[in-house]
T-cell receptor, first 112, second 113 residues
Framework: GEQVEQLPSILRVQEGSSASINCSYEDSASNYFPWYKQEPGENPKLIIDIRSNMERKQIQELIVLLDKKAKRFSLHITDTQPGDSAMYFCARASSSFSKLVFGQGTSLSVVP | EAAVTQSPRNKVTVTGGNVTLSCRQTNSHNYMYWYRQDTGHGLRLIHYSYGAGNLQIGDVPDGYKATRTTQEDFFLLLELASPSQTSLYFC????????????FGEGSRLIVV
């Protein structure tokens, strides 16, 4: 019930194309779903999040979709650039909002 | 941006050794977390705390103790280190829990030989 499944684990896309990362969870009480980006040698940083009262959120080239019925959420990066190459983690907050459970991570490479 | 400082940044110890990882945040955040990062497993929660003197068990607590001595300081203790604890450890803080941004430290890389 605690796990967050994240796929794919490795993603390689052409510069200028879109990249999509998918996550699924089991706990229907989850209400908050953030995404963190970790550049090589750096710490994870929050890039976008979505709460359960929304189905879609966009910040510049980042789009997050949430399907609560299916217990799935996803990150879409449009017009990818080399600077988007990094590890991406999805996460969900526990129903008590006391802790974040992270997915296994996706290593994204944007190639010319 | 919130400041979270970890020490040491790198540590090598022998099997059975005693290790303490330190974390300090100066943002008056209530919540502090210890995660370990391993390839294929992402970030896994070891222990967390919502205030001085408080300790909550995370998802992978075996072999670890933790102590929150003040609002600023959160320590992770490995009293009998094993090679399976070789990992990259991150401390994080958050103002009021997981519904807010987690601010991570720079990480502490531990190698147990």
């Amino acid at each position: 019930g605690e796990q967050v499944e994240q796929l794919p684990s490795i993603l390689r896309v052409q510069e200028g194309s879109s990249a999509s990362i998918n996550c699924s969870y089991e706990d229907s009480a989850s209400n908050y779903f953030p995404w963190y980006k970790q550049e090589p040698g750096e710490n994870p940083k929050l890039i976008i999040d979505i709460r359960s009262n929304m189905e879609r959120k966009q910040i510049q080239e980042l789009i997050v979709l949430l399907d609560k019925k299916a217990k799935r959420f996803s990150l879409h990066i449009t017009d990818t650039q080399p600077g988007d190459s990094a590890m991406y983690f999805c996460a969900r907050a526990s129903s008590s909002f006391s802790k974040l459970v992270f997915g296994q991570g996706t290593s994204l490479s944007v190639v010319p | 941006e919130a400041a979270v400082t970890q020490s040491p940044r790198n540590k090598v110890t022998v099997t059975g050794g005693n290790v303490t990882l330190s974390c300090r945040q100066t943002n008056s955040h209530n919540y502090m977390y210890w995660y370990r990062q391993d390839t294929g497993h992402g970030l896994r929660l070891i222990h967390y705390s919502y205030g001085a003197g408080n300790l909550q068990i995370g998802d992978v607590p075996d072999g670890y103790k933790a102590t929150r001595t003040t609002q600023e300081d959160f320590f992770l203790l490995l009293e009998l280190a094993s090679p399976s604890q070789t990992s990259l450890y991150f401390c994080a803080s958050s103002a009021t829990g997981a519904g807010n941004t987690l601010y991570f430290g720079e990480g502490s890389r531990l190698i147990v030989v």
